[in-house]
């Protein structure tokens, strides 16, 4: 609903270095980049950094920017590798999607959508499974009510974030994944 006929640039944030390009991670991220580049759009993938991986690399019409690493403020390397393309390439973000499991990152979603000051692009965030500890709970609920779309492969975990009264949008999408 989000994506329009119009051409858009569109980030895709991972934690993950994207190490093994047959993990559920990459597959999904790189099917995504595919669907959007069929579409007429722009797909930039921002992961950490990685010494033994490439800073920037281009794949099948999409690129893969390992600029930034922290270990202990990843959440901070979204909005890094953000700032840094749109300074390199001289343009601006229309939709910037974050993926995770771990409460903190979703901060780095919202984050990296702060980076451009003359717009603010779309937020999504894709989460993996919902925190178990009260204290994440807590945490994520906090900051996921920044994010404009939440989205989630499974019923379970979307109930789970709907008990717990996020105020945000939620919606399941299905891992495309083919085994």
């Known amino acids: 609903q989000i994506i329009t006929k119009k051409k858009m640039n569109i980030a895709l944030i991972v934690s993950g270095a994207l190490k093994n390009k047959k993990e559920a991670t990459w597959i999904t991220i790189t099917d995504l980049a595919s669907e959007h580049i069929k579409k007429g759009h722009k797909v930039f993938i921002c992961a950490q950094k990685n010494k033994r991986l490439p800073k920037i690399e281009k794949l099948d019409g999409f690129s893969v920017y390992r600029l930034f ?103 399941i999408i299905r891992s495309n994944i083919n085994l």
């Open 69 to 171: 690493s922290n270990k202990y403020f990843k959440f901070l390397t979204g909005y890094r590798t953000v700032k840094e393309i749109s300074k390199r390439l001289k343009i601006n973000f229309d939709i910037i999607h974050g993926f995770s499991s771990n409460p903190i990152m979703i901060l780095n979603t919202y984050l990296a959508g702060k980076a451009l000051r003359d717009i603010k692009p779309k937020t999504i965030h894709t989460i993996k499974s919902y925190p178990l500890s009260k204290f994440q709970g807590k945490f994520f609920n906090k900051f996921s009510r920044l994010i404009d779309h939440l989205t989630t492969s499974t019923k379970l975990t979307s109930d789970k974030i709907n008990k717990n009264s996020v105020s945000s949008n939620i919606k």
